[in-house]
């Protein structure tokens, strides 16, 4: 799996139909990875853009570390890809939970208070809603996805059909084609 992430293209691609597994003391979630997006280095919409900082650090670590960030009251997960040092990442877009659904329900509706409870595929079809589905927090960041602990992955047994289009939610770099997903996926982000 390691050998597919290196660089972020490559990375976002491979980590379609990969599982993301999170364990804690109330059980395990699985899910496949369902839509990502590639922030290679040198983007100017990546955060490593202008260089390595205190936020950003992780993305410039060995590849397979989580790059977890906070956005509009929202945690973001990332896999770290390409050599270290060079600061480039995938974003994990959306994924399609396989276990532990009714844990991840749950994780999802404590985080979201004040909200009516996630249903359906709004479960973990964005970025901040599979962090909070999977109880990913900062502590995360700089964590080690290839090593089986609270959070890693677990290769994927075929390619999936994949599709490919801009990303979403940037300012900057919008034309480029850096969004991955399996096509006909219901998880898929809108």
Known sequence: ???????????????????????????????????????????????????PTRRNSAMFGPAGRAY?????????????????GRGEAVLIRA?????GIALATRLRAEASVGRRPPSGYSLTNGPGKLCQAL???????????????????????????????TRIGISRSREHKLRFFIKGNPWVSR
Not at 9 to 36: F, H, M, P, Q, Y
Not at 68 to 84: K, M
Not at 95 to 99: A, K, R, S, T
């Open 68 to 84: 977890v960030y906070r956005i509009h009251r929202s945690n973001c997960l990332n896999v770290v890809t390409g050599p270290e």
């Open 1 to 51: 799996m390691l050998a597919a992430m290196a660089d972020a293209e490559t990375g976002a691609r491979g980590l379609l139909g990969c599982i993301l597994v999170r364990s804690n003391r109330w059980g395990v979630v699985r899910a496949v990875i369902v839509e990502t997006e590639a922030y290679p280095s040198g983007d100017p919409a990546s955060h490593s853009f202008a260089g």
């Open 95 to 99: 994924v399609e939970p396989i276990d």
């Open 135 to 165: 109880g990913v927090g900062l502590d995360f960041d700089g964590h080690d996805l290839l090593a089986k602990a609270r959070l890693y992955l677990e290769p994927r047994h075929k390619a999936p059909s994949t599709g490919v289009s």
